[in-house]
């Protein structure tokens, strides 16, 4: 049985459960601007699915993991993925681990009030950046998505980050919202 989602970022991510082991395909418009890669989403976690190659007009990625592989992840059951480009051709777009970002699969726990923690929980891993005054969160934005982090809508800033917009918030070294 196959499960299919649409990816964050373009792309669409085919799931085929096969007992001990899963299938993992990635199919992507052909982009000529970069090099993309690919995540899966579970409820606990993000993994790295790995770099999206030419194939057929199309930009793909097969993987076949175990099931135990994407427990210890966080990502079984797969609940969806995102693409994101990785390395810009033209140099315009930076990619996150060269600028500090990193995912974090419990960025709530860094956070001091409660509602802002129980808020970042909701919306899964997020990028984080330690600076010297404290840390920043980012999370993917969507236009036409619900704002994330709605109480701290006037404190957020955008940025691309791997070829997609996210709003970016930041934090004192106590979890605590401060400037930008």
Request: hydrophobic content about 40%.
């Amino acid at each position: 049985m196959a499960e299919q989602w649409e990816l964050e970022g373009g792309g669409q991510l085919t799931v085929r459960d096969q007992g001990a082991r899963v299938l993992l395909s990635v199919r992507r418009p052909m982009e000529k601007g970069g090099l993309y890669k690919a995540w899966i989403r579970g409820g606990q976690g993000e993994l790295l699915l790995g770099t999206l190659a030419p194939e057929s007009q199309v930009l793909t990625l097969n993987r076949t993991l175990s099931r135990s592989t994407l427990e210890q992840a966080g990502c079984w059951p797969v609940t969806g993925g995102r693409t994101a480009m990785a390395f810009s051709f033209d140099g315009t777009t930076e990619p996150a681990a060269r600028t500090g970002w990193h995912w974090s699969s419990c960025p709530a726990q860094r956070l001091a009030d409660p509602v802002l923690a129980q808020s970042a929980g909701e919306l899964g891993p997020l990028l984080l950046r330690e600076d010297g005054e404290g840390f920043q969160l980012a999370a993917p934005f969507d236009p036409r998505r619900t704002f994330p982090l709605t109480a701290l809508f006037c404190l957020a800033q955008t940025a691309q980050i791997d070829g997609q917009t996210h709003a970016v918030f930041s934090f004192d070294r106590q979890g605590r919202p401060r400037l930008p």
